[in-house]
């Protein structure tokens, strides 16, 4: 008797959910199958996309062969992320540490403009990403949204203590939501829930928080793979959105990232490539050579 | 379905306080309430029992059968508190708890002998809590045999499988479908034996206006498979109601969310709807969240 591979088709699909307007737009999720699966019933139409960390800030604590790439320009936010583009992004992601009342507790108005600058000095979708700081980032964040009107640009962390208010000011002025839990799929779902009242579920990305490669990524691992299969598989509404691993800020803090450089780009890399497999659609990165490393892996060269 | 009123428990602020200022009437109401509510046994829970050990126990259960004629459950894991609860028994008692850990075992299981009560038996080993349906089966069988080797018939044994909060991140609902199976089984495995749970444990951690909800679905669905006991709190008159078969409509909804039927919600009220849901969260097949009402 001949034998046949089994073949799954799956009944859920991940909403496909674009970033920025026009020209400087891209999709991500939209897949009905699960990550590498290849053999089953089902595509990806939107492969995982890379950006690249731009902070709002000179950064102070950076080892030496992670400033290097972008040494002349990582005094100025507009630069360095127009630099950025040189390494083939898909977008581009800037960090507003400053803003933290623990860092500069730099004004919102500050921040807004300088989102503005940057989106409008490039040519790929901007990811923004708050200080994490609740409190602030309701004021931070609504008012880069209002400044930004109009720009889809891709904001958070939204959080179950912020999602109201940070989410209603992402929602009046034309963008799209970083909805982000820690590391649990129970809290995850309850904010997706929650969220969706009031807000669109195909403007919504799940940030379920990307941990390191020896400082709890395999956590990461098994709830992205999970956040997948329940959505892919049981057809699960509040789990069928996209995810970003933002890890970069994460790998770099490690000891083994900071002490050379070709072991920070392995961190890096082999935290990207775990998170990629377990189902990853937009992963935020660090060093440039990281992306280059991982665009090579894979296409296998 | 017998029900083992919980409510005299020292986790409770007002009975602590009682017990250890000796006031009656705190207890006494309680155990008057719940016999009036329809449970069938009363149980003591009085934690590890540090200090006036045998005396608090002789206090707490005859002043509880000063005011009802029901049975009592003796629920603590200090052996000699257990003695003296049961020695006071008038009516035949539940030991409440032994488990197949080394020292429970040894010192619980002879007390269910020498006092001819009937005996809650946990899946607990030494061990630990058994991760999965057939551990579970294999550490029961291996604690009953023991029982059964001391003179301990299997109709005498009330086994526990132990719920854990079904809202636990990732392993909740694991647990409560792999107790839902354990249920079913446990006749076919251990013929003879009884079942218990501590139903208000798979609400533990949710929040507290939906904790009534979850109980009564997962001990409706318990039940259906075979439960033949539960400590759970028998002023929820909805709960009583269900399982005295006052709801039909309700448990023939909930058992049809269990066999994984279409079932039109846009037919059904809210409630129904509420308990369609959380039958859905406990049998696995949605994720769970504590928002899972509203979405």
Redesign the interface.
Known sequence: MEYKAPVEAYSGVVREVTIGKGKKSLKIGGENILPLHFFDQGSNPNPAKFALEVLDMKPEDWPEHAVEPLRDVISNSVSWAKKCQDFAVDAVSLFLVSTDPAVKNAPADKAAALAKEVAEAINVPLIIYGSGDEKKDVEVLSKVAEVCDGMNLLIGPVLKENYEAVGKAILDHGHTAIAQSPLDINLLKELNVKLSKFFPSDRIVIDPLSSALGYGMEYSFSLVERVKQIGVITKDSMTMMPIIANLGGECWKTKQAKENKKQGLLWEGMTALSLLLAGANIIVLRHPETLKLIKETIEAR | MVIIGENIHVIAKAVSTAIRERDAKVIQDLAKAQTEAGADYIDLNVGPMKKDTEETMQWLVSTVQEVTDLPLSIDTMNPVAMEAGLKACQKRPLLNSASGKTGSKEQMLPLAKKYNCDVVISVMTDKGMPPDVDSKIESIMDTVTYANELGIPNEDIWVDPILLPV?T??E?QRFAVANLEFIKILEDVLPGVKSTVGLSNVSNGVPDQLRPLLNRVYLVMLGRNGLYSAIADPLDKELMSLIKGEMPKIVELIYKAMDGEDIDLSALSQKQVEYVKTARVLKG???????WL??
Do not use: V
């Not at chain 2, 097949?285 to 928002?291: F, G, M």
């Open positions: 809202s991140a990732g909740g097949e949605t994720l769970y969240s504590n928002a509203e979405s």
